[in-house]
């Protein structure tokens, strides 16, 4: 999956792994202990279409992958092999995980978030903070038009968009266009 320019053109770095020793560096921050800061999973291929011959193949890895960013909410993202592009996947495991997520224990915390995150929600408490309910993060490059219909399908809403210097190597010197979206709970969620 890392080694496929269709699909590394859409991660931050926008190109492929050169060797299996990367892709594991990579990996890596998801697993035992660093895993008690991601909510990650591997999505699998049970074999059930074109005679079960791709059982067990990897399609792609999703979930939270990072709690702090620039925005300061869990942010979402995930990322299938180029194979699997345009089947539902990624929209199914999207409506799945938000239901599992929701479901996670909660505590109250104080983080610092971006003031565009919160604008007209929450109430302030007797010490003049904000008091606002959790959201999930997600941010896409403008051009990726079916992560945008993913994010879209599960409830996510637009809330900034803004271009930058693109960090991709493969871009250098260009702009990106970046959308920020963001995901609040719902009773049914």
Request: glycine residues 8%.
């Amino acid at each position: 999956m890392r080694t496929q320019p269709e699909v590394m053109h859409w991660t931050a770095i926008g190109t492929v792994d050169k060797d299996v020793d990367q892709s594991r560096v990579w990996l890596e921050r998801f697993l035992p202990p660093k895993d008690l800061k991601s909510f990650n999973f591997a999505l699998m291929d049970r074999g059930e279409a074109a005679g079960g011959d791709t059982a067990g193949v990897l399609v792609g890895t999703a979930g939270v992958h990072t709690t702090h960013n620039d925005f300061g909410w869990p942010e979402v993202g995930y990322m299938l092999r180029k194979e699997y592009w345009g089947k539902g996947i990624a929209t199914e495991f999207m409506r799945a995980f938000i239901k599992a997520w929701w479901a996670l224990p909660r505590k109250e915390v104080q983080i610092k978030v971006d003031a565009a995150t919160v604008e007209g929600r929450g109430a302030k408490d007797s010490d003049d903070e904000l008091r606002v309910p959790e959201v999930l993060f997600a941010m896409i490059e403008a051009g990726n038009a079916g992560s945008r219909r993913v994010l879209e399908k599960a409830g996510f809403k637009k809330f900034k968009e803004w271009t930058e210097p693109d960090s991709r190597a493969t871009c250098e010197g260009r702009t990106a266009t970046l959308i920020a979206f963001l995901l609040e709970r719902t009773p049914d969620s």
